[in-house]
């Protein structure tokens, strides 16, 4: 997973953009168990996703929302995000 394929890019279901600074999570998230090899066009959606204001964060966007919360609320929202852009069922 840690290769993309033509056409396919890798996703962080826990964002980098999201990680702890002072890097005790880098581990966690390059980890095999964090990432997933989506199509193209589907990272882009799930870009604009996590950039989109939704009532389900109190007007913030996930991106937003995620500052500070924990690993698994992170990662939760990151699961959703994936199942609203029709990669997860």
Do not use: C, F
Not at 7 to 20: Q, S
Not at 57 to 85: A, N, T
């Amino acid at each position: 997973m840690s290769t993309p394929e033509k056409g396919y890019d890798i996703h962080h279901i826990v964002e980098r953009a999201t990680r702890n600074p002072n890097g005790s999570e880098d581990a966690m998230i390059n980890a095999p168990d964090n990432l997933v090899r989506i199509p193209r066009w589907k990272h882009w959606e799930l870009n604009a996703w996590y950039e989109n204001r939704s009532d389900n964060y109190s007007g913030l966007s996930p991106r937003q929302y995620l500052k500070g919360q924990s690993w698994d609320e992170r990662r939760r929202v990151g699961l959703e995000g994936l199942r609203d852009v029709g990669i997860l069922q």
